[in-house]
């Protein structure tokens, strides 16, 4: 039951480099969404999908990239990376909701990746 | 617009102590309200959830009951224990459609032994 996956759990960048960070889900979830975790300031929406082929943005996705091509897959791009994206990123997935709505509300969470970026 | 506020941290208390973690909201419509529990170096699980108004969810011992009129969903333990040691955040999705799941700041508990 592997549930979410995020790879790499850990990653140093210099300025300018770019990445992709992984994200995969087995329990066919439709919604899919990546947070940025920084102390003191919660989780920040950066991108999410409605199902494939479905993007749309956050509260902060500049500098970031995403696509769905597939249920399981939503990786995450960074672009050219700065140091201000130095943060942990945790994916998220989640059921349709019943009422119509994007999500349930009941977000599956990977472990995290931690992103330095120097 | 949609808001979550919760009380900053860290709280520490002593185990056997009685918990409470305010958190308070801002939103139109009828929101769900949510609470999720991160242990060290993982990522968040959902602890307890309320879809409507006076709705109480519970979890593990934990309780919040969804009060409309105080906009307000207050997270209570009767007796910690150290395994409690987490950050605890407040979230809810703003009605049935929404895309967007609005997370608090998180509030740091530490239980002593």
């Known amino acids: 039951n592997a549930g979410v996956t995020q790879t790499p759990k850990f990653q140093v960048l210099k300025t300018g480099q770019s990445m992709t960070l992984q994200c995969a889900q087995d329990m066919n979830h439709e919604y899919m969404s990546w947070y940025r975790q920084d102390p003191g300031m919660g989780l920040r929406l950066i991108h999410y999908s409605v199902g494939a082929g479905i993007t749309d943005q956050g509260e902060v996705p500049n500098g970031y990239n995403v696509s769905r091509s597939t249920t399981e897959d939503f990786p995450l791009r960074l672009l050219s990376a700065a140091p201000s994206q130095t943060s942990v990123y945790f994916c998220?997935?989640?059921?349709?909701?019943?009422?119509?709505?994007?999500?349930?509300?009941?977000?599956?969470f990977g472990e995290g990746s931690r992103l330095t970026v120097l | 617009g949609d808001s979550v506020t919760q009380m900053e941290g860290p709280v520490t208390l002593s185990e056997e102590a009685f918990l409470t973690i305010n958190c308070t909201y801002t939103a139109t419509g009828y929101p769900s309200l949510f609470w999720y529990v991160q242990y060290p170096g993982e990522g968040l699980q959902l602890l307890l959830k309320?879809?409507?108004?006076?709705d109480k969810g519970s979890n593990k011992g934990f309780e919040a009951t969804y009060r409309k009129e105080t906009t307000s969903f207050h997270l209570e333990k009767g007796s910690v224990q150290v395994s409690d040691s987490a950050v605890y955040f407040c979230a809810l999705i703003p009605g049935s459609s929404a895309s967007k799941i609005i997370f608090g700041s998180g509030t740091r508990l530490s239980i002593r032994p």
């Open positions: 998220a997935s989640s059921r349709s909701g019943t009422s119509g709505g994007a999500n349930t509300g009941e977000l599956f």
């Open positions: 309320a879809t409507k108004a006076d």
